[in-house]
């Protein structure tokens, strides 16, 4: 490909995608678009030369166009998405708007410009198949069926819906994967790592959920990156493909091992009500991208998780001028969430 747009470029997942894309495929020109919203950094990219960047509105359908047809783009990549969990419970509206209504957009530009031309990219979360028994065999494949729980999770699978749609009905070529969570640098302090470790730098309680044994499958984000790359060079269009490291952590022990490798006490652990729809457990089956495209992750998670709690210790001018912009949430008030 010779012009790869990617959206949500200034947060945590995209900014290390560019600087992976930017790696890896030196030749290729490189379209950052992000809106610069409260979790959009454009100091992400600071060290990464060599790019167009876009301050848009993925829903702003007319600088889309525009931005397409003057860069002669080949494939969008959609990062961009309103994705802290806790604050969907409290602004569900947003979420529809940036994560249902943003693709929709993208979309309509995308048609717009070419008819059948422009590959269309959907990133999406395991949290659209919904809630999993901490005991239940198995993990979810791509056969699974979507059961959203929380207004974030809904939202993403709306996006995800529409893509296909779009796919099906006008002949864009589309495919969309969907990951485990992700850690890694440039990840916005807001969530859990991140969270973890900037609140235990300053002496501050790491606030663990009370289903303190709810695991996720935790995926570094440069293992992602390079999921995403295999399936834009040889993943087959139409196909959603999930991306898992098969590795699950619970919070309560997430929370012991920063503290561990930061050297500090179990006195620091606070307990905080669960959200609602607090999902048990997301485990995906990964089969397909590993068989199909000789995919695995390269790096393991207690070695992962060092060198990004590292990162943290060593980027402190990065993360403290974020605090101040981090979501207000009071995950000690879920009664104002209902009516």
Same mark, same amino acid.
């Given at each position: ?59 702003? +359908? ?39 209504? =943003? ?100 002496? +501050? ?40 490291? =098969? ?39 990964? =089969? ?52």
């Amino acid at each position: 490909m010779n012009a790869i747009l990617v959206t949500g470029a200034a947060g945590f997942i995209g900014s290390n995608f560019v600087r992976h894309w930017r790696r890896a495929h030196p030749a290729d020109r490189v379209i950052a678009y992000d809106l610069l919203t409260y979790s959009g950094c454009r100091a992400n990219l600071a060290d990464v030369a060599g790019i167009d960047f876009v301050e848009g509105d993925i829903r702003d +359908r007319r600088t889309v166009e525009r931005t397409l047809r003057r860069c002669g783009v080949d494939v969008v990549v959609n990062f961009a998405a309103e994705s802290h969990n806790s604050r969907a419970v409290l602004e569900p509206a947003a979420f529809f708007e940036t994560n249902v209504m =943003g693709p929709v957009a993208l979309l309509e530009a995308v048609r717009a410009v070419s008819s059948g031309g422009i590959r269309f990219h959907q990133i999406s979360t395991c949290e659209v198949y919904g809630d999993m028994a901490l005991d239940a065999p198995g993990a979810f494949t791509e056969q699974s069926p979507y059961l959203p729980r929380t207004p974030y999770n809904a939202a993403k699978a709306g996006g995800d819906h529409a893509t296909r749609a779009f796919g099906y009905t006008y002949g864009i070529p589309f495919t969309v994967t969907t990951c485990a969570n992700n850690y890694g640098p440039y990840q916005f302090p807001e969530k859990v790592i991140p969270l973890f470790v900037t609140q235990a730098l300053q002496g +501050r309680p790491l606030p663990v959920y009370a289903s303190s044994r709810n695991r996720r499958e935790w995926l570094h984000v440069e293992d992602h990156c390079r999921a995403v790359e295999a399936v834009l060079l040889h993943g087959r269009t139409g196909e959603t493909y999930n991306i898992g490291s =098969g590795v699950e952590v619970d919070v309560e022990t997430l929370a012991d091992s920063v503290l561990a490798e930061l050297g500090l006490g179990p006195e620091l652990k606070a307990r905080v009500p669960d959200r609602p729809s607090h999902d048990r457990r997301y485990l995906l089956d990964s =089969g397909k991208v590993r068989t199909e495209l000789g995919w695995a992750p390269r790096i393991g998670f207690a070695a992962g998780l060092r060198e990004t709690i590292s990162w943290y210790r060593e980027n402190e001018s990065w993360w403290r001028p974020l605090l101040a912009r981090a979501s207000t949430v009071q995950e000690s008030a879920w009664g104002d969430a209902r009516p």
